[in-house]
């Protein structure tokens, strides 16, 4: 189950970059993008909980402490807990992008993304 959560999330990670590459549509892909990379985020997250401890997040909210406790039971590397920062930011913006209509201007959408990128290549390497 943590790898269709996961594969779940890289599918998020391809439609964000697709999205925002199409150059029909004006400022508000951006927007677009960085929900599809929390959703790479959180999918990602999910595949680590699940491998680990049998559980996901039953709430966005839940899903950094969560991550927390893997890193904590030294399920995942001390090496990554910063990246408990980028479940975060992830979770502090869904609400925005989602149901707010705030304005994600290209540099969001850039660093969302690299942010994204790192946290699946993480879980990708724990995954396998």
Do not use: C, P
Not at 6 to 24: M, N, P, S
Not at 73 to 88: C, D
Not at 90 to 104: D, H, I, L, M, T
Request: aromatic share 12%.
């Amino acid at each position: 189950m943590e790898k269709s959560h996961f594969e779940q999330g890289k599918l998020w990670l391809v439609a964000a970059k697709y999205i925002t590459a199409y150059d029909a549509e004006g400022r508000d892909k951006y927007a677009v993008g960085v929900a599809m990379a929390i959703h790479a985020i959180i999918k990602a997250n999910d595949a680590l909980t699940f491998k680990f401890t049998d559980t996901t997040a039953r709430r966005h909210d839940d899903a950094r402490r969560l991550f927390e406790e893997l890193i904590n039971r030294n399920f995942i590397k001390a090496e990554y807990a910063s990246y408990k920062n980028i479940i975060q930011d992830a979770v502090s913006n869904k609400a925005k992008a989602e149901y707010r209509g705030a304005f994600f201007s290209k540099n969001d959408y850039d660093d969302l993304l690299r942010k994204a990128d790192k946290f699946v290549k993480m879980a990708s390497e724990i995954i396998k």
